[in-house]
């Protein structure tokens, strides 16, 4: 990472350090500080919204690992959440268990099922790839409307509030502290993840997979592995979603829930965990803008139609997209990459 003018490392600790500079824990203090007391002015709304975003924070993470730093297209996050979201919900209605006890339950679940899938997966590349994991979404779908008794069909599992003592999380603020500190943990383990041994062999098949293989890198092991990880972060944020709606069910894990996780990567920026915050944050608003605004056009311009209007987010959201593979395809995250060099170097122009 370039540091500004005249700052210099002088250890390695500070080389390897993720915030290096003394205004970078300036912004970072001010920024925690205001994002954890920001439930006492902002309205349950914009509550709701911020708890949607960090639960998809999560997935849209796992995501990243497996594809933006190890070049394997994933079109299934989405089954994948459903897995930690079934098992949590059968863990704490069939078995008893609590919400704490049903989250590494949901990860396990989610992992294991990652690695089933990925056996066929990890052989091909390309389309295939792309194929195999939307071969998961399918199946994955199709089990969960048709488990019986214990996934309930298509009435879903219903599931109680979690709680902590006689404190029930019931409302947006109480889950707002729950799911974003949750959230902020694990995109610290998937930042630190990227740094290790495995992360850079993740980075090496990304970029050539014969090379890295001729370095020694176990294709097989470490393919696996971004599966095995993806899905974790999958399975630990559809056991929030579950229990953050109440109810587990095959309709909130969709195969278009996973495409707009792709599309999510695209804006932010593939091989950064900063692009995971600005593309989600960025798509999750957009969504809202637009199906709030929705209403306000049709009815200034009743000529069109209601059902264009209808499907005036997925039509926007996909034309965003478009426009981000050809007029940005790093995503936004180059884009901020631009203007903190521009900082960076200061007063100097080149």
Same mark, same amino acid.
């Given at each position: 990472?370039?540091?500004?003018?005249?700052? !210099?490392?002088? +250890?390695?600790? *500070?080389?390897?350090?993720?915030?290096?500079?003394?205004?970078?824990?300036?912004?970072?203090?001010?920024?925690?500080?205001?994002?954890?007391? +920001?439930?006492?002015?902002?309205?349950?709304?914009?509550? $709701?919204?911020?708890?949607?975003?960090?639960?998809?924070?999560?997935?849209?993470?796992?995501?990243?690992?497996?594809?933006?730093?190890?070049?394997?297209?994933?079109?299934?996050?989405?089954?994948?959440?459903?897995?930690?979201?079934?098992? *949590?919900?059968?863990?704490?209605?069939?078995?008893?268990?609590?919400?704490?006890? $049903?989250?590494?339950?949901?990860?396990?679940?989610?992992?294991?099922?990652?690695?089933?899938?990925?056996?066929?997966?990890?052989?091909?590349?390309? !389309?295939?790839?792309?194929?195999?994991?939307?071969?998961?979404?399918?199946?994955? $779908?199709?089990?969960?409307?048709?488990?019986?008794?214990?996934?309930?069909?298509?009435?879903?599992?219903?599931? +109680?509030?979690?709680?902590?003592?006689? !404190?029930?999380?019931?409302?947006?603020?109480?889950?707002?502290?729950?799911?974003?500190?949750?959230?902020?943990?694990?995109?610290?383990?998937?930042?630190?993840?990227?740094?290790?041994?495995?992360?850079?062999?993740?980075?090496?098949?990304?970029?050539?997979?014969?090379?890295?293989?001729?370095?020694?890198? +176990?294709?097989?092991?470490?393919?696996?592995?971004?599966?095995?990880?993806? *899905?974790?972060?999958?399975?630990?944020?559809?056991?929030?979603?579950?229990?953050?709606?109440?109810?587990?069910?095959?309709?909130?894990?969709?195969?278009?829930? *996973?495409?707009?996780?792709?599309?999510?990567?695209?804006?932010?920026?593939?091989?950064?965990?900063?692009?995971?915050?600005?593309?989600?944050?960025?798509?999750?608003?957009?969504?809202?803008?637009?199906?709030?605004?929705?209403?306000?056009?049709?009815?200034?311009?009743?000529?069109?139609?209601?059902?264009?209007?209808?499907?005036?987010?997925?039509?926007?959201?996909?034309?965003?997209?478009?426009?981000?593979?050809?007029?940005?395809?790093?995503?936004?995250?180059?884009?901020?990459?631009?203007?903190?060099?521009?900082?960076?170097?200061?007063? !100097?122009?080149?």
């Amino acid at each position: 990472m370039r540091l500004p003018c005249g700052t !210099f490392n002088e +250890s390695y600790a *500070s080389d390897m350090a993720i915030v290096r500079t003394r205004l970078q824990w300036g912004l970072l203090i001010a920024f925690a500080i205001l994002l954890f007391a +920001s439930p006492l002015f902002v309205s349950e709304y914009w509550l $709701s919204i911020a708890n949607t975003i960090a639960i998809y924070l999560i997935a849209v993470a796992g995501l990243q690992i497996l594809t933006g730093y190890c070049g394997q297209i994933n079109l299934g996050q989405a089954a994948f959440m459903a897995v930690g979201a079934y098992t *949590s919900g059968i863990m704490m209605r069939t078995f008893g268990l609590s919400f704490w006890a $049903s989250i590494p339950c949901a990860a396990i679940a989610a992992a294991l099922a990652g690695v089933l899938f990925s056996l066929p997966a990890v052989r091909v590349k390309g !389309f295939y790839l792309a194929m195999t994991t939307l071969a998961a979404q399918f199946i994955i $779908s199709w089990l969960c409307m048709h488990g019986g008794d214990i996934t309930r069909g298509t009435f879903g599992l219903l599931i +109680s509030r979690p709680q902590l003592g006689d !404190f029930v999380f019931n409302t947006e603020i109480r889950w707002f502290y729950l799911i974003v500190p949750v959230s902020l943990i694990m995109l610290l383990l998937a930042r630190n993840i990227t740094r290790t041994k495995a992360g850079r062999a993740f980075v090496a098949i990304r970029d050539n997979d014969l090379a890295a293989e001729i370095m020694g890198i +176990s294709l097989f092991k470490h393919k696996m592995l971004a599966f095995a990880i993806c *899905s974790v972060y999958a399975g630990v944020a559809g056991c929030l979603w579950a229990n953050y709606l109440g109810i587990a069910t095959y309709e909130h894990y969709t195969l278009m829930n *996973s495409v707009w996780m792709l599309g999510m990567l695209i804006v932010g920026g593939f091989g950064s965990m900063m692009g995971v915050i600005y593309g989600t944050i960025f798509i999750k608003l957009l969504f809202e803008g637009v199906c709030t605004a929705a209403p306000a056009i049709a009815d200034a311009i009743p000529a069109i139609g209601g059902a264009v209007f209808a499907a005036l987010g997925l039509i926007t959201v996909g034309l965003v997209i478009m426009l981000f593979l050809i007029y940005e395809p790093r995503g936004l995250n180059h884009r901020w990459e631009i203007i903190k060099g521009t900082y960076r170097l200061f007063p !100097f122009s080149y």
